[in-house]
């Protein structure tokens, strides 16, 4: 059965530093991988998605992530944090074992910018 | 194009009474998926509908039901509301459902509080 796991319930980071919040899955088939972004109340907007190909994958916003299949990890980077980046972000995986890819979230990282 | 429309954004029921939530996906998406989003167990996915046929099922108790009608419009019934029904309830459309990767589009959600 797939699985995610978001190391972090909270980061905190200083405007214009690194971010990086981290992902690892659990899947028994090769998987496709999410992150979404969710801004206060509001649903959740894709950042981008991993299906086949380039393991480095670039999103919006800046944001980017790598697949690393022998870690089974998928961490979101970005090089430069704003303080329009503060939200929760979401980790997703859909293998479609068993015929559904009906995705499974993690419970999410809460990123938090200081000016 | 318009996006995921929900009504309504907040809700106050009793224990006891039902409730009925709506979703309207973006036009030509044919699947919906209903989420429940707690800060204790994060999302958890309800069931998904595929052109009016319910195609996946998650684990909550039959007081939570679902339909999906000819133009995609879906609706969520929850029936004799428990204090724990409380919670961000999110639908998603997409183009052919989770199938191949295709990314989840998200409405932002009815507060649901049960007093």
């Known amino acids: 059965a797939q699985s995610v796991t978001q190391l972090g319930s909270h980061v905190s980071v200083s405007e214009g530093a690194l971010v990086l919040l981290r992902c690892n899955y659990s899947s028994s088939v090769p998987p496709y991988l999410f992150w979404y972004v969710q801004y206060p109340n509001q649903g959740l907007q894709l950042l981008l998605k991993y299906t086949t190909g380039a393991t480095l994958v670039k999103g919006i916003n800046g944001f980017e992530a790598e697949f690393k299949k022998s870690e089974t990890s998928f961490h979101l980077t970005k090089p430069s944090a704003h303080m329009s980046d503060a939200a929760e972000y979401f980790c997703?995986?859909?293998?479609?074992?068993?015929?559904?890819?009906?995705?499974?979230f993690g419970r999410g990282t809460s990123l938090i910018v200081h000016p | 194009k318009a996006g995921v429309t929900q009504t309504p954004r907040y809700l106050i029921k009793t224990r006891g009474q039902q409730v009925t939530l709506s979703c309207s996906p973006i036009?030509?998406?044919?699947?919906v998926s209903w989420y429940q989003q707690t800060p204790g167990q994060g999302l958890q996915f309800l069931f998904e509908?595929?052109?009016?046929?319910?195609?996946n099922k998650g684990n909550f108790p039959g007081r939570f039901s679902g339909r999906q009608f000819s133009n995609s419009r879906s609706e969520m019934n929850v029936s004799t509301l428990e204090l724990g029904d409380s919670a961000l309830y999110l639908c998603a459309s997409s183009l052919e459902g989770a199938t191949g990767g295709a990314p989840l589009h998200f409405g932002n959600g009815t507060r649901l509080t049960v007093t």
């Open positions: 036009s030509g998406h044919r699947s």
């Open positions: 997703a995986v859909s293998d479609g074992a068993g015929g559904s890819y009906i995705p499974t």
């Open positions: 509908y595929f052109s009016e046929t319910q195609r």
